[in-house]
């Protein structure tokens, strides 16, 4: 006699193999894996204008591409949302092209500093992300900055796609200063000049968003515009290089003169600032200023905000310029932060695909789209970022600018102090001095390299 | 063969093995899998990143800890006491005064009560949001008000004074309707009769509290505080939320959260040594609590 087998429990054997086989990302049947229909996935944070642009793109290459269909993932960077789906997306070994901020050489800390490189850094250095240094579509871009941002012993493993002015980039309402007879200062000495007379016409100068630390970017701009003096722009990794070393030997502090003055600097331009600024967020900053057209001349924010600032207040006539943080306008340069860098896992199911994709984002027409969906620095020499009204300044002061100085190492875990000063604890947002911040900072620092 | 809503009993056999090994099996891949490789992160400088390698070092982020960056984390335990304390006591209070106020038996105090308690079933973000809107000093109502009775302004979470209190209160008032329904149900396990007794005596209302409530509601007190407690030490996700973990408000939880997850600059090894000292932390004062709030119940 034949053993019966019990149709439940068998019925739910099924059941549990066809939820495996669901949650394994498999399909039944065969069309699903067929050969001619491909699906690309690329990854990308949000940012509204590069999600569009990403997306018309996207659309682009499957009519170039029949049979294949381009997935586009997306999350937002706060509260670590995107750093939770790249992780998970390299985990499943799904991805093929990846959004990345650029590790830059601060990524990689000698191997006497006993520093593990973290985030792409610690996937370049594993070999996780493919060399592009070789292939046909990085020759429409500066090689020195892609090795500057995310070179590593020979090899480029990104593509720099945008660049921001994030250190003292101020916005500012054209029609307000024209409305009291003001220019765009262009030392630090006129910055004060223009703040104290829109004070006295009752116009609080600055609006910044304090809980989120964004006033610390004008301490940033003076510190790289005084480092950066009478530097040439490709001298950048080398002035970062240096100043790591000399800290990492202890000879240089926190506590030096350079950063003393920049402090001083940076409380004389904090008074300027609307009160209540240290409670706004990062999200919502760009558009209670934009909203007040008739008051905060100025707003310390990154150059990535234009595209928001004009969706919430479409009349505003708005521009940006890089915070003059010192006294002679030569000097005054613009410091340059690499942003989004696409980069292909060595685990791309999809590779070849991955590499056409990256070929058609770099043609000239899309990366020009490109620019002016993000309101990026171009990264490809040649061509500028014409299509957005507020960049008139950049384009015409943006020449001799250089990329932004990145901080002395230090370990993971390391008391924010360690990295510069708080800006949340800092007099007039928070009640310590210059002197207590600054002490704390080079102690802090100290310390955390052992 | 005989057959049942489980099959024969040849398969029926098999089923209290089966409600033994699922469940077992849950816990081995989600509970202590991971709590056995947090413990083995926590001697390496792993990056967390998919394929980088561990770099075994052995104790170096221990030593790290408490050595050369040991301001940063007994900065942030301390942050955590005072966050364990001042939600413990303020929820409890809160929690017992709502009791006290909605312990009657109508639909309007049924509606009230699920009022109170409807924040707990929202997630800790769509709180967070919710009230970083509230508190903001431009957009959100709370500034509107302070101002509009007292002339004033505040920077609220943008304050080193107020921050930490103000994310304190955020959790009190979503996790205060739970404490109010565990005291809710200790309040309608005391007998009547012990207040008729004590009315009898001549005993005013606070003497009943004092006397009589108190001391009875002394195993709901024991729950709701260890409970408090407990879920106040490991608290991450509203901080985030709310601060950032900016002015004074870097919490153990956060700090573990930002070393392990942070995009651009996660060290799992580091952070998964912060989360044995939380491990250590959530022992240490919930193996106490328990054992005075025992002590206090037979005492009372």
Redesign the interface.
Known sequence: MRP?I?R??LAALLAGACVAAGLAGCTVGGSAASADKQTLTIAEWTNPGAIEFTKELNKQFEKQHPGVTVKLQQAP?A??A???L??SL??SRSVDVMAQ?A?TQAGFAPAYT?I?????A??I??D?LVDLKNQPFMKNYDPTMQAAAVGHNGGVYGVLAAEYVAAGAIWYKKDLLAKYGLQVPTTYQEFIAVCDTLRKKGVTPIFVA????MQGGVWQGIVNQVLMKGKRAGDATTVSHDRAVAFWKGQQSWNDPVYRDATARYQKVMRYIE???????QQ?APG?WAAKADDYAFLLDGSWDGLTIQQANPKLNLSFFSFPGTDSAADNRVAIKPDLTWVVP??APNRKLAMEWLSLFSQKENYQKWLASTGSVSTQPGLSNTGLPWMDWLNAHGSDSFPILTNPWI?????IDAAGPDF??LAP???DSADTILKRSAA?YR???? | MPRCLFGTNRTRRWIPWASIAIPGAGWLLFGLYPSLATIGYSFTRYSGLPGTPLNVCGTCNYTTAFTSLSGEVWGSIGVTLTYVVGVTVAQTAVGLGLALLLNRRSRAYTVYRALIFMPQIFSVAVVGAIFALILDPFTGPAEKILHGLFGVTSSFLGSNGLALPLVMAVNVWMFAGYTMLIYIAGLRNIPSSVYEAAALDGAGRLRMFWHITWPLLAPATTVTVFLTAMGSLGEYALVLVLTGGNFGTRTLGLYMFTSAFNAGTSQLGYGSMLAMLQFVLTVVIGGSLLFLLRRREIQL
Do not use: H
């Open positions: 019966r019990p439940r429990p960077t509260n670590g995107w750093g939770q790249s992780n390299l985990q901020f590790p006993k593990a490189p973290a985030g792409p610690a996937l250095a594993a996780k304090g809980k989120d630390g009160p209540s600024a240290s409670g706004v967020a919502t209670v060595t685990t370990p993971a875990g390391a008391a949340s604890k947002i928070g009640s802090a310390k955390s390299v052992g």
